[in-house]
């Protein structure tokens, strides 16, 4: 069975009245992504970088660090994930073939 789990970029500061938020680096986060596939050992199939439209920023949804584009008052927000498809671990297909 295909499966998949997202990895947003963590926020590290949300930001003030007068800042904006400040997130983790890209390379944090891929490092997480690698070490949960190691820990995991699951057989991965895809990973995909997505930029969902339109979440708020209520830390609902997938929590991920927000990007704008756009200018003026026409700015849209997108908030970046790292998508990971992956099937069964390793171990678990190996114990099956046993």
């Known amino acids: 069975m295909m ?4 990895f ?3 926020i590290a500061d949300a930001g003030g009245w007068f800042t904006d938020p400040t997130s983790e680096r890209v390379k944090e986060t891929l490092l ?3 070490n949960w596939i190691e820990e995991q ?3 991965v199939l ?3 970088t997505l930029f969902f439209p339109g979440l ?3 830390y609902m949804g997938t929590e991920s ?11 849209s927000v997108y908030f970046q994930v790292f998508r990971v498809w992956y099937t069964q671990s390793i171990a678990a297909e190996i114990r099956e073939t046993d």
Not at 3 to 6: L, P, V
Not at 66 to 75: M, T, Y
């Open 56 to 58: 708020n920023k209520s």
């Open 65 to 75: 660090a927000l990007f704008k584009s756009g200018g003026g008052e026409s700015k």
């Open 32 to 34: 997480r992504v690698n």
């Open 3 to 6: 499966h998949f789990k997202d």
């Open 41 to 43: 050992e699951h057989i």
């Open 8 to 10: 947003r970029i963590e």
């Open 46 to 48: 895809n990973i995909e």
